[in-house]
């Protein structure tokens, strides 16, 4: 079945610095959405990705879905101590509509 | 903001008891959904559910679960006889429009912890 991979699964950085998670899927997706769940918290939608290329900017997060439409990547740039928590990237599994994979998750942990 | 409201929020059941876990989705959303999440791990896909009849499950959604739409705005998870693997977080979501329409996303609820002894 449809596998989404995260890369790495932990990242541990010092405030300030620069963090980044990728995603890979094992089919080509028609469109990438990302989350942020909170430690003890739900999943919380932050960005849906469409366009084969594109690239999404909130604030210090940078968004971006590959050209195959395979692979995404979330940067966060000058993390910050609210930025804790999972980041999760999702596709809708296959040709269906009624159902969104989660990939495995990058847990950021920021040191003040 | 327009919420999931999820009930109750932790229940502690003994193996082989049946479990009913609520939701009240989005007033103005048509589809539905059960994730669960085992502590620390990723968010697992279980079932969705659009014009009161399953749309989609996963290999987890066996025989022991079912959903329902009683009353036409509580969306209920049932497991009929739990199992120590049934614990987990139990999250119910809502969406707009299919998933695959490019056009929208899901707005989970805050969960319903499961711990079977």
């Known amino acids: 079945g449809q596998q989404v991979m995260q890369i790495p699964q932990y990242q541990h950085v010092q405030e300030g610095e620069d963090f980044t998670t990728y995603c890979n899927s094992s089919?080509?997706?028609?469109?990438i959405q990302w989350y942020k769940q909170r430690p003890g918290g739900h999943p919380v939608f932050l960005i849906q990705?469409?366009?084969?290329?594109e690239v999404k900017k909130q604030k210090r997060l940078t968004f971006q879905f590959g050209e195959a439409k395979k692979n995404s990547s979330l940067h966060i740039t000058a993390t910050q101590t609210t930025d804790v928590g999972t980041y999760f990237c999702?596709?809708?599994?296959?040709?269906?509509?009624?159902?969104?994979?989660f990939g495995s998750g990058t847990r950021l942990l920021v040191r003040p | 903001e327009p919420e999931v409201t999820q009930t109750p929020s932790h229940q502690v059941t003994q193996m082989g008891q049946e479990v009913i876990l609520r939701c009240v989705p989005i007033?103005?959303?048509?589809?539905f959904y059960w994730y669960r999440q085992i502590l620390g791990q990723k968010v697992e896909f279980l079932v969705s559910?659009?014009?009161?009849?399953?749309?989609?499950k996963s290999e987890i959604f066996d025989d022991q679960f079912s959903v329902e739409r009683p009353d036409g705005s509580n969306f209920t998870l049932k497991i009929r006889s739990t199992k120590l693997e049934d614990s987990a977080m139990y999250f119910c979501?809502?969406?707009?429009?299919?998933?695959?329409?490019?056009?929208?996303?899901?707005?989970f609820g805050a969960g319903s912890r499961l711990t079977v002894l």
């Open positions: 007033s103005n959303h048509l589809y």
């Open positions: 990705l469409v366009k084969s290329g």
């Open positions: 979501a809502s969406s707009e429009r299919p998933l695959a329409s490019g056009a929208n996303v899901l707005t």
């Open positions: 089919t080509t997706l028609s469109n």
């Open positions: 559910f659009y014009n009161n009849e399953i749309s989609e």
């Open positions: 999702a596709g809708p599994g296959g040709d269906s509509s009624y159902k969104l994979i």
